[in-house]
């Protein structure tokens, strides 16, 4: 038996696992995806082969990357390699990988003598001040954030986010591209 087909026949099982693991019937299953009880019964036994069609929305569900759910065999090097991106003299770093949903970066902006160009773009965000003062133009609102600092904020109101001197600031930003936002569970007295 070929790597492949190890990879392939561990699919179903794997599948099944994951639904009892977490306390799902066959049932509510194809309820949320969509997917026959039959189909999904034959996938877990092993009597249909997976397909995309099938495993993505499976993946949505399970809230795991694809490669995961089929347990595809290691590429090589496990670590993860968060690429920083620069521009406008902003550098972002991920630190979340998954799709869609909320997105977290560490953003750090460095100083800039230029003046401030306040945008808007769909979302909604959350941001917390590491260090460094962070000048927050939002709409006609003028802020001064310092470490420890948070502010949340839909992205359809003009903001502008800056180094408040001449150091640059660090934040941790969390964004939700379909305005979705930071749940807080409880807040203090």
Same mark, same amino acid.
């Given at each position: 038996?070929?790597?492949?087909?190890?990879?392939?026949? *561990?699919?179903?099982?794997?599948?099944?696992?994951?639904?009892?693991?977490?306390?799902? %019937?066959?049932?509510?299953?194809?309820?949320?995806?969509?997917?026959?009880?039959?189909?999904?019964?034959?996938? &877990?036994?092993?009597?249909?082969? *997976?397909?995309?069609?099938?495993?993505?929305?499976?993946?949505?569900?399970?809230?795991? =990357?694809?490669?995961?759910?089929?347990?595809?065999?290691?590429?090589?090097? =496990?670590?993860?390699?968060?690429?920083?991106? %620069?521009?406008?003299?902003?550098?972002?770093?991920?630190?979340?990988?998954?799709?869609?949903?909320?997105?977290?970066?560490?953003?750090?902006?460095?100083?800039?003598?230029?003046? =401030? &160009?306040?945008?808007?773009?769909?979302?909604? &965000?959350?941001?917390?001040?590491?260090?460094?003062?962070?000048?927050?133009?939002?709409?006609?609102?003028?802020?001064?954030?310092?470490?420890?600092?948070?502010? &949340?904020?839909? %992205?359809?109101?003009?903001?502008?986010?800056?180094?408040?001197?001449?150091?640059?600031?660090?934040?941790?930003?969390?964004?939700?591209?379909?305005?979705?936002? *930071?749940?807080?569970? *409880?807040? =203090?007295?």
């Amino acid at each position: 038996m070929t790597n492949i087909d190890r990879v392939l026949t *561990a699919i179903g099982p794997r599948l099944r696992a994951l639904r009892l693991q977490r306390g799902i %019937t066959l049932a509510a299953l194809s309820q949320t995806t969509g997917i026959s009880e039959s189909t999904l019964s034959r996938l &877990e036994s092993g009597g249909r082969k *997976a397909n995309l069609e099938l495993l993505l929305p499976l993946a949505h569900v399970y809230q795991v =990357p694809l490669d995961e759910l089929v347990g595809a065999p290691e590429t090589g090097d =496990p670590r993860v390699h968060l690429r920083p991106v %620069t521009r406008d003299g902003m550098t972002y770093v991920p630190l979340s990988r998954r799709p869609g949903g909320l997105h977290a970066h560490k953003l750090v902006i460095s100083p800039s003598g230029g003046e =401030p &160009e306040p945008n808007i773009h769909e979302g909604y &965000e959350w941001i917390y001040v590491l260090d460094g003062r962070l000048r927050l133009l939002l709409g006609e609102r003028s802020l001064l954030l310092t470490p420890g600092e948070v502010a &949340e904020f839909d %992205t359809h109101v003009p903001h502008w986010l800056g180094a408040d001197d001449d150091q640059p600031v660090e934040l941790l930003v969390i964004f939700g591209k379909q305005g979705e936002r *930071a749940h807080l569970r *409880a807040r =203090p007295t």
